[in-house]
């Protein structure tokens, strides 16, 4: 009679876990693929980029093959895909990354206190600065901001809250689509045009390069925000309906405070969107070499007009010093741009709802 409490042998019992690569397997063929392409490019006589597309197709197909051999044909198809979307990702870091370093290896040169705290007013060649530009692009931006972020936080309280089904919401929504498609020189004409009919023909304003990148910047605002507002449960709406709380307070008090970040988080991209715009301002705000702090008076410079000023400047005995004044700024505004992001999530994350616990 078998005895049915005896235990199965070790080498009738089923394996606790299936075959798989070593944990150092991807590392491994990585090695490999970089090797063999280094080898492959010394022997044809090729550069660097040829070496890392050929260490690419080596790591593409031999780890799949590896992966087959020892784990299966489902473990296989998954390091395809892993491989496939991690190569994507790197490709689309490249035109970034390169950007950043030319960026900072071409502009950090420049970089000092006489850059900062000069303008380039009697200033042929050196010892000419980004001050008059750098006042000019915040004071610009700042009131672009001021119009545009209203404009575009009520109109999206408005699409979300109470155009529900309403006709004059889908004409709303119409032509906030039709902004977001409008070439920015369009709205620098456009800026212009306004302010000739009340100034007179050859104006040149920085309110009106305000007004231009609002005109840009009030699509941005909208369409964010009012995706932010539509992920607002309406379970907490409801919740202070049922309390007796009217309407415009559940908005203000509920609503915008629980979108607050992401609001924020779109707003600050509409902010880096127009900071380096050119077109309208060249228009309608002018470029001088002069501080000019007062928007409501003469030309305004702005960093981007700056630059393009900076490497249009004719062939000539300083060519290589406005190349220089070029990169510097560039580097100057990217960081501002960077600067803008940060600030973002830290008003995002102070003024986010706190969960409980």
């Not at 991807?26 to 280094?38: C, D």
């Not at 087959?68 to 991690?86: M, N, Y």
């Not at 060649?125 to 000019?136: C, L, Q, T």
């Not at 060519?319 to 990169?327: G, L, N, S, T, V």
């Given at each position: 009679?078998?005895?049915?409490?005896?235990?199965?042998?070790?080498?009738d019992a089923?394996?606790?876990?299936?075959?798989?690569?070593?944990?150092?397997?991807?590392?491994?063929?990585?090695?490999?693929?970089?090797?063999?392409?280094?080898?492959?490019?010394?022997?044809?006589?090729?550069?660097?980029v040829?070496?890392l597309?050929?260490?690419w197709l080596?790591?593409?197909?031999?780890?799949?093959?590896w992966?087959?051999?020892?784990?299966?044909?489902?473990?296989?198809v998954?390091?395809?895909?892993?491989?496939l979307i991690?190569?994507?990702?790197?490709?689309?870091?490249?035109?970034?990354?390169?950007?950043?370093?030319?960026v900072?290896s071409k502009?950090?040169?420049?970089?000092?206190?006489?850059?900062?705290?000069?303008?380039m007013?009697?200033?042929l060649?050196?010892?000419?600065?980004?001050?008059?530009?750098?006042?000019g692009t915040?004071?610009v931006?700042?009131?672009?901001?001021?119009?545009?972020?209203?404009?575009g936080?009520?109109?999206?309280?408005?699409?979300?809250?109470?155009?529900?089904?309403?006709?004059?919401?889908?004409?709303?929504?119409?032509l906030?689509?039709?902004?977001?498609?409008?070439?920015?020189?369009?709205?620098?004409?456009?800026?212009?045009?306004?302010?000739?009919?009340i100034?007179?023909?050859?104006?040149?304003?920085?309110?009106?390069?305000?007004v231009?990148?609002?005109?840009l910047?009030?699509?941005i605002?909208?369409?964010?925000?009012e995706?932010?507002?539509?992920?607002?449960?309406?379970e907490l709406?409801e919740?202070?309906?049922?309390?007796?709380?009217?309407?415009?307070?559940?908005i203000?008090?509920?609503?915008?405070?629980?979108?607050?970040?992401?609001?924020v988080?779109?707003?600050?991209?509409a902010?880096?969107?127009?900071?380096?715009?050119?077109?309208?301002?060249?228009?309608?705000?002018g470029?001088?070499?002069?501080?000019?702090?007062?928007?409501?008076?003469?030309?305004m410079?702005?960093?981007?007009?700056?630059?393009?000023q900076?490497?249009?400047?004719p062939?000539?005995?300083?060519?290589?010093?406005?190349?220089?004044?070029?990169?510097?700024?560039?580097l100057?505004?990217?960081t501002?741009?960077?600067?803008?992001?940060?600030?973002?999530?830290?008003?995002?994350a102070?003024?986010?709802?706190?969960?409980?616990?």
């Amino acid at each position: 009679m078998t005895d049915l409490t005896t235990t199965p042998s070790t080498s009738d019992a089923l394996p606790l876990q299936a075959p798989s690569l070593p944990r150092y397997g991807t590392i491994a063929a990585i090695v490999f693929a970089i090797a063999v392409g280094a080898l492959v490019s010394m022997v044809i006589g090729a550069g660097y980029v040829a070496a890392l597309v050929i260490a690419w197709l080596v790591l593409v197909v031999a780890l799949p093959l590896w992966s087959l051999a020892v784990e299966g044909g489902r473990k296989a198809v998954d390091r395809v895909a892993t491989l496939l979307i991690w190569s994507t990702f790197g490709l689309a870091m490249i035109p970034l990354v390169s950007l950043i370093y030319t960026v900072i290896s071409k502009g950090s040169g420049i970089l000092s206190g006489q850059f900062f705290n000069n303008s380039m007013r009697n200033v042929l060649g050196e010892g000419g600065g980004i001050y008059h530009a750098i006042f000019g692009t915040l004071i610009v931006t700042a009131l672009a901001a001021a119009i545009s972020v209203p404009i575009g936080i009520l109109t999206a309280i408005y699409l979300v809250e109470y155009g529900k089904g309403k006709k004059l919401a889908r004409v709303i929504t119409f032509l906030v689509d039709v902004m977001t498609g409008i070439p920015s020189i369009v709205a620098g004409l456009f800026a212009y045009a306004l302010f000739v009919l009340i100034f007179g023909p050859g104006v040149r304003l920085g309110i009106g390069g305000s007004v231009a990148l609002s005109v840009l910047m009030i699509p941005i605002v909208v369409r964010s925000s009012e995706e932010m507002l539509k992920l607002v449960p309406d379970e907490l709406r409801e919740a202070s309906y049922a309390l007796g709380v009217p309407k415009w307070r559940t908005i203000v008090k509920v609503v915008v405070p629980t979108a607050i970040a992401g609001i924020v988080t779109g707003v600050t991209l509409a902010i880096a969107r127009v900071a380096g715009e050119t077109a309208p301002l060249l228009i309608i705000a002018g470029f001088t070499t002069d501080t000019n702090l007062n928007p409501f008076s003469d030309r305004m410079t702005t960093l981007p007009v700056y630059i393009f000023q900076s490497i249009a400047s004719p062939p000539g005995l300083y060519r290589q010093e406005y190349e220089d004044y070029a990169w510097g700024a560039a580097l100057t505004l990217v960081t501002i741009v960077m600067l803008l992001n940060v600030l973002a999530r830290v008003i995002g994350a102070v003024f986010a709802p706190k969960s409980g616990r």
